[in-house]
């Protein structure tokens, strides 16, 4: 049966009510004061507290609020002499389960402790409930995340809410350097480095679950969890705790935590396999123009919805046909790989670059209208005009380039009228000075057939 704190300062009230309690197979600890109640509450564990209103240095609306402020879970049932109306609507207010009117028979007093008991099962399944929902949820987060800095942080924080870690270290294999750091968190300045290479040594091998209180870290506990899929160790996810005793339900949480980030590690290989094959390009590692077409639909669709604007920039390289024909086509496919560089280098993380044939590539400017893909053109054609390309090869090659701007919605509401006029603004540049960017407008002159049929280098 349940624990109860009986509080009442009459002798023969706590031994009337210990009584009624005892005789239904709770057992009662009985004090007489509020600050007993108190120190009794600090020293031991209790399901509920019965509680008189009036009390010598207190009343027992403090003893309410010092158990739902401290001890949550714990409920109350508040009795008193007072036959009056407003104390009982306090007492409710302020979270009592029960409100009794002395005298209080034996089966008023163990049918309010038994209801006041069965709301603080409920309370506890719900919460459980509640825990489990978020931890399944979390675990579903951490299992289609295919960003791995995304999922480093995503993880670490998982573990340090749901399995209640004072500090994480993920440490992920790796095919040259065994294992890895992929994300900390919590731990003691000045002690990461020496930490993460004493647990990779130590963990090159592990498979099981372990505990260690071999470390000099200022924590209790430490707790190994391997990352495994498909019988293949991928990491292992190292928790520290500051309390040596176990957490209800950390351990559980945090194994099914890692599971999840497990699989997680196997979609990121498996995707970034996939993403090799279907997304990039072979020689510049940019996206293809199979990815630029289906961020592009996203990104259309994503303006319509959110009405911010995104710009189109298409860049095509000047007189890059003399330079294979004078360098050969493997110093041409170096300088390819190294303007790719050079253009990712000038634009922000989240916009898209790609290599959309030839020597021509095409970058989409999220959230930026025309004014400000202006200003990322022109960044873009004065840092291909000043930088030396090659130079570590000896050659210090100069390169230009044509770019030509084109914004949606503002320039066009599809993706091949946007993709045309960027062209054809870039191909404005082509016949004229080169070296140059231009903004799309209606009436430019479409490029030949034979250069949409893929670039002749000119």
């Not at 009510?17 to 005892?22: F, N, S």
């Not at 870690?165 to 480095?193: C, F, K, S, Y």
Request: net charge negative.
């Amino acid at each position: 049966m349940a624990r109860i704190l009986l509080v009442d300062d009459e002798k023969i009230a706590r031994t009337l009510y210990g009584d009624y309690l005892t005789a239904v197979g709770h057992t009662v600890t009985a004090v007489a004061t509020f600050l007993e109640a108190r120190q009794a509450l600090a020293a031991d564990r209790f399901d509920a507290v019965v509680t008189d209103l009036i009390l010598p240095g207190g009343d027992g609306m403090e003893v309410l609020r010092h158990v739902r402020e401290r001890h949550p879970g714990v409920e109350v049932v508040v009795i008193t002499g007072l036959d009056k109306v407003d104390p009982a609507v306090r007492a409710i207010k302020s979270g009592a389960a029960e409100y009794l009117v002395k005298p209080v028979a034996p089966e008023a007093l163990q049918h309010a402790v038994r209801r006041a008991l069965t709301t603080r099962e409920l309370m506890q399944e719900n919460a459980s409930l509640r825990r489990h929902v978020a931890l399944l949820e979390a675990g579903q987060r951490l299992a289609t995340t295919l960003d791995r800095e995304k999922l480093a942080v995503a993880t670490t924080s998982a573990l340090e809410t749901m399995a209640h870690a004072n500090g994480i270290v993920l440490l992920e294999r790796d095919a040259n350097l065994g294992l890895r750091a992929q994300g900390t968190r919590g731990l003691p300045e000045g002690t990461e480095e020496a930490l993460v290479a004493w647990l990779r040594e130590q963990l090159l091998h592990g498979k099981a679950p372990s505990d260690s209180e071999m470390l000099d870290v200022p924590f209790q506990r430490v707790s190994s969890f391997p990352a495994i899929e498909s019988n293949t160790v991928l990491g292992h996810a190292v928790l520290f705790y500051s309390d040596a005793r176990a957490t209800d339900g950390g351990a559980e949480a945090a194994s099914y935590l890692v599971r999840n980030w497990a699989l997680a590690l196997r979609n990121l290989d498996r995707f970034a396999a996939v993403e090799d094959l279907a997304y990039v390009d072979d020689l510049t590692r940019l996206f293809n123009t199979r990815y630029l077409h289906l961020v592009l639909d996203r990104e259309v669709q994503a303006s319509i919805q959110t009405q911010r604007p995104f710009s189109l920039l298409f860049l095509d390289l000047d007189h890059f046909k003399s330079i294979n024909d004078n360098h050969g086509h493997l110093v041409g496919s170096k300088l390819l790989v190294e303007t790719a560089r050079v253009v990712t280098g000038c634009v922000r993380d989240h916009d898209v670059v790609a290599r959309y044939g030839g020597d021509e590539y095409v970058v989409l400017l999220r959230n930026t209208d025309s004014g400000g893909a202006l200003k990322v053109a022109e960044r873009i054609r004065r840092t291909m005009e000043t930088h030396q390309f090659l130079a570590r090869e000896g050659l210090s090659l100069k390169l230009s380039t044509c770019i030509g701007v084109a914004s949606f919605p503002e320039h066009a509401r599809d993706k091949a009228t946007l993709l045309d006029l960027s062209d054809r603004a870039m191909y404005r540049g082509k016949r004229g000075t080169r070296n140059v960017v231009y903004m799309a407008a209606q009436d430019l002159e479409a490029p030949p057939a034979e250069r949409r049929q893929g670039s002749n280098g000119t």
